[in-house]
């Protein structure tokens, strides 16, 4: 490794104690979640992108910044150009300049072209990461999110965080 | 299949795969406008859902986001730089403001480019 991996968890604790916040709880999971082995070719899969950056598209309603736990569904063939960015977590400059940072959209359709993955879903789906509640993020978004995908027979789902 | 820039937090979450970037947050996929970089990262990371066999299994991949690590001890040192937290739909822009607006004004729901969980805001 060229740099050493950031410590984030390390940054916000020492930053939330500095303001007096109480320590953040972050998700520990002993068990990594179930294992699903493919089931044929990624050449013939259908893949469904999901990410966090804060996505939406224009048209769309924005994402707020206080635990918005609502997500987007954003057609897989949308105009890069219509792309957005609604997140107060990371700086969004690059994002805007490419949303492929963040939304690799552009990158996985030339993929799909390439023959390499079989197809996208007919949507990805976004959300603001910035959620605080990670109760909510479990009961709440992630639930929906997967039912969307699974409606929409995806056979692999990319998560793409910030 | 996740993609990551944040090792520490992926360790805790412990997805079943995951492939770690060492690029600052913001870049979990790669640099603006460097396609054929990009293309190579979504490569390295979709090959692990063939080669990995270990859940929890965790890819380094091999980029580097500059020549020197400067831009790690600077993201130790200062901080995030979180704006205050409006609860106000955040525009990039005010022509989304007004699409959405009339977007909204058309149909009394829209369930394909909303979706709420939870609360109507």
Same mark, same amino acid.
């Given at each position: 490794m060229p740099a050493e991996p950031v410590q984030y968890m390390t940054r916000i604790r020492d930053q939330y104690a500095k303001l007096g916040y109480k320590p953040y709880q972050w998700v520990a999971n002993e068990e990594p979640s179930a294992w699903q082995p493919m089931r044929k070719p990624l050449s013939e899969c259908r893949l469904t992108l999901i990410a966090s950056g804060g996505i939406y598209v224009t048209g769309q309603v924005a994402f707020h910044?206080? #635990?918005?736990?609502s997500f987007r569904a954003i057609p897989t063939d949308t105009k890069t150009e219509d792309l957005r960015f609604a997140h107060f977590?990371? #700086?969004t400059t690059d994002a805007k300049i490419d949303p492929n940072v963040v939304f690799p959209i552009d990158t996985l359709r030339g993929l799909v072209k390439e023959g390499v993955i079989g197809e996208l879903s007919e949507h990805a789906f976004t959300f603001m990461g910035g959620i605080y509640s990670s109760r909510r993020v479990r009961d709440e978004l992630a639930p929906q999110l997967s039912e969307r995908a699974i409606a929409e027979k995806a056979d692999v789902a990319l998560l793409v965080p910030v | 299949m996740s993609m990551t820039s944040a090792l520490d937090i992926t360790r805790s979450v412990n997805p079943p795969r995951a492939a770690f970037l060492n690029?600052?947050?913001?870049h979990t996929c790669g640099k603006p406008n460097e396609p054929e970089l990009n293309r190579q990262i979504m490569l390295d990371t979709l090959e692990s859902l063939t080669?990995?066999?270990?859940?929890g299994s965790i890819k380094m991949l091999p980029y580097k986001w500059s020549e020197d690590d400067k831009w790690g001890r600077t993201a130790m040192t200062e901080g995030d730089q979180r704006v205050e937290r409006y609860d106000t739909p955040q525009y990039q822009n005010e022509d989304d403001r007004r699409r959405a607006e009339e977007h909204a004004g058309e149909s009394e729901e829209c369930h394909v480019c909303v979706s709420y969980s939870g609360d109507s805001k």
């Open positions: 910044f206080k #635990d918005d736990a977590a990371y #700086d | 690029f600052p947050l913001g080669s990995m066999t270990k859940p």
